[in-house]
């Protein structure tokens, strides 16, 4: 008994070892790049080296989003979100770095729609919110200008997690209030995977300070498998029943986009 569970710790140990040597092997690329001594940065004032450090930072922004639904990809009225997280750098040379980072978004918009087939479709004005968490990878282009001002334009990818959600529907009536589910079958309001591509421009000062313009686009359509059942429904029939999943998959398609400013603060690592 005792030999077994001994057996079964050092199996234990063994994955793990595994998975830390599988983990230093991915990063000991990007850990060189900040131990280098030349890619350390040259303190501003004794040199003109573009050379850069490794930084993390805190980052936060506002943003303008809209919602793309239907075939014909119809734009929603925007909504004021923010954002917010950390992100890295690592420097490549004296002209490209790596910038990954770890979001919280909230995107959203308000359609104008109808639902059903009773005379002709009930109007309803819905306002929904979603928040998720975006994992970008970018690779920016730097310009260095004087001592202490990096100009800096990038393009990457932003694969996102939906995490919650909120739908306000107001209608002939009444409204109704409802939080998304967030999964992967007909049950679920939302589908939780998203990717989109971006683009941004910045500055950044003194390594330090960074304030940048951003866009990005999403691809993926956020409705799971639809199941359809609505009909001849009236306003009466939707103020005393749930009609949330029926009507959002109703919409054929979601999809986001959004736009906006961010600040961030670095450390040098």
């Known amino acids: 008994m005792g030999g077994g569970n001994i057996n079964l710790r050092l199996g234990r140990l063994s994955d793990l070892s595994r998975v830390l040597l599988l983990w230093l092997l991915f990063l000991s690329p990007l850990l060189g790049y900040a131990q280098h001594s030349g890619l350390r940065a040259i303190r501003r004032g004794e040199s003109i080296s573009t050379m850069r450090d490794m930084c993390v930072g805190a980052r936060i922004g506002g943003q303008i989003s809209f919602l793309r639904t239907g075939a014909n990809s119809e734009f929603s009225t925007p909504y004021i979100g923010y954002q917010y997280g950390f992100e890295l750098l690592i420097p490549v040379n004296d002209n490209f770095e790596i910038q990954m980072a770890a979001l919280g978004s909230w995107k959203g918009g308000t359609l104008e729609s109808r639902f059903g087939a009773y005379d002709g479709g009930i109007p309803i004005t819905t306002r929904i919110r979603i928040m998720s968490v975006n994992l970008s990878l970018f690779v920016n282009y730097i310009r260095r200008e004087g001592l202490y001002w990096d100009f800096y334009g990038g393009i990457g990818i932003v694969p996102q997690v939906q995490a919650t959600g909120r739908m306000e ?33 910045g500055a950044r000062y003194h390594s330090q300070f960074a304030l940048s313009l951003w866009y990005e686009h999403d691809f993926l359509n956020l409705l799971p498998k639809q199941k359809r059942f609505y009909g001849a429904v009236t306003p009466d029939f939707l103020l005393r029943h749930d009609f949330s999943r029926p009507y959002i998959q109703s919409l054929d398609k979601l999809a986001t986009l959004a736009g906006g400013i961010s600040f961030v603060y670095y450390i040098k690592l």
């Open 169 to 201: 529907l107001e209608f002939a009536g009444g409204t109704q209030s409802h939080d998304l589910n967030v999964g992967f079958n007909d049950k679920d309001h939302i589908f939780p995977l998203n990717f989109g591509l971006g683009v941004h421009i």
